[in-house]
């Protein structure tokens, strides 16, 4: 910084903060973080696995809560009644070929085998650099035989894991527990319905110390990502800091978790919300920035989340208004190519109606209620995702890896408290906050707000002074 820029500084945000860090687009002292440490699950019982989370040098990490998600993998091989033994087409497989179980759980076209039974998009249908071009329709080349083990997918419901776990400091050799602790009984209820476990007392670690996580599987076929995830505070430039002058770092008395800032008559509350596209394909990348303006500094103190699905009705092409339907002869081309994306299943309510007393696909009466059979099993309450947040002004990184959306955010279905931060972050006029979403499942448009309050214009020399205070340890 140039001695004039630092002229000017010294009656704006950028001048407020000590340290010699405190230049960009935060703080440059305390800063909200989350360390995750990532686990894949065979579905074996007594099957251990364990993951190591590895505190960076730029600062002391200290954790005040502990939360957890589970990214489960819900595709299972539908082979096709009765497998073929010559070549196939991908849109005149008829749901009469398709198991029944997957037929009520739900099915989709298997995303491994998108770029053979999809016809090549259109380059310009990308929704950002990473990703492929939307499918427009099912290709009329013939695959093979074989691949009709595998084509179809069956989504099994999500179920409720079971494991143990246990966490040791292997800085100090503290065990956090006397002898490993049950999921349920510890961290709740693994869909994200619940508030996050806050720790009875902060937990620092610091500069280059690890932290060693054991997981013991105890859900017998259960396959995936499980994320367990210590959300807290980074103290920057921080090497020695003692654990308890740690502890006693506070925000000032009129707002005691912000540590940046106090309300003043140019305060109000303010949300910065990013949107991102959802095309329903495993592993794609979005990203959106968030542009803080001009006119004052933002000071985030939450983040909440949720997805605008589209409609679940599925309407199937070429049905005659009049004329009974076979529901058994519905081959894949009749349904919309989002929806053999997405997932589509019987209605609960219209199984009945859809199966013969045999155990085979009915006739229905017309092509109305053919249309009312089958939904979408893109639900908000299923979107999975993993995030990650980087303030672009400094390149700092809010997490350690990408995190799982019910690990780090809680359920999805907006059923839970939103997710405060540990510390406030304040983020200076002309930065921006940078959020990448890498697709699991779900397809739509997802929000991602960044809930807290802006300051307007520049702090008088005594809100300055407030401010330095505020952020010293005492």
């Given at each position: ?5 630092q002229t000017r ?254 309300p003043s008559a ?64 519905l081959t894949l ?142």
């Amino acid at each position: 910084m140039t001695p004039a820029q630092q002229t000017r500084g010294r009656g704006s945000f950028r001048g407020t903060f000590p340290g010699k860090d405190a230049r960009g687009s935060s703080s440059g002292f305390v800063i909200p973080f989350d360390h995750a440490a990532s686990f894949e699950l065979q579905g074996i019982p007594g099957n251990i696995v364990q993951d190591v989370i590895n505190i960076s040098t730029d600062g002391a990490f200290v954790a005040v809560s502990i939360g957890y998600g589970f990214e489960e993998d819900r595709g299972r091989p539908a082979g096709l009644v009765p497998l073929p033994t010559k070549p196939i087409s991908p849109g005149g497989i008829k749901l009469g070929q398709i198991p029944t179980a997957a037929l009520i759980e739900g099915f989709r076209l298997n995303p491994s085998f998108d770029r053979i039974v999809f016809e090549a998009g259109d380059p310009s249908t990308r929704a950002s650099q990473f990703s492929v071009p939307k499918a427009t329709a099912l290709t009329t080349k013939p695959i093979a035989p074989e691949y009709g083990r595998d084509i179809i997918q069956r989504l099994k419901p999500a179920e409720e894991i079971s494991f143990l776990f246990s966490i040791v400091d292997t800085a100090t050799g503290r065990e956090l527990q006397d002898e490993p602790t049950h999921n349920l009984a510890s961290l709740g209820i693994s869909n994200g319905e619940r508030p996050f476990r806050l720790l009875a007392q902060p937990l620092a670690f610091q500069p280059r110390s690890t932290l060693r996580l054991q997981i013991v599987e105890r859900s017998e076929g259960v396959q995936g990502t499980l994320f367990i995830v210590l959300y807290g505070y980074k103290i920057l430039g921080s090497s020695a800091c003692p654990e308890p002058v740690l502890r006693t770092l506070r925000g000032s008395p009129a707002c005691l978790t912000e540590t940046i800032g106090s309300p003043s008559a140019r305060v109000i509350p303010f949300d910065y919300v990013t949107s991102f596209q959802l095309t329903g394909l495993p592993g794609n990348q979005v990203d959106a920035e968030a542009p803080i303006n001009v006119e004052g500094g933002f000071v985030a103190t939450s983040i909440g989340y949720g997805l605008a699905a589209e409609n679940l009705d599925v309407t199937i092409r070429g049905m005659s208004d009049a004329s009974p339907v076979s529901l058994g002869g519905l081959t894949l081309s009749q349904f919309p190519i989002t929806a053999l994306q997405d997932g589509v299943r019987i209605r609960p309510s219209f199984v009945r109606i859809a199966f013969d007393n045999n155990g085979g696909l009915a006739t229905v009466q017309s092509s109305a209620l053919a249309n009312r059979v089958f939904e979408r099993l893109n639900r908000p309450e299923d979107v999975s995702f993993r995030y990650s947040i980087l303030d672009t002004g400094t390149g700092r990184e809010l997490q350690n890896q990408p995190i799982n959306n019910v690990a780090g955010l809680g359920i999805a279905n907006g059923d839970r408290p939103f997710k405060r931060l540990a510390r406030a972050m304040l983020f200076l006029p002309r930065s921006t906050i940078r959020v990448t979403v890498e697709e699991r499942f779900g397809r739509g448009t997802l929000f991602i707000v960044f809930q807290g309050y802006k300051i307007l214009g520049e702090p008088s020399v005594t809100e300055v002074s407030a401010l330095r205070r505020s952020v010293r340890p005492r």
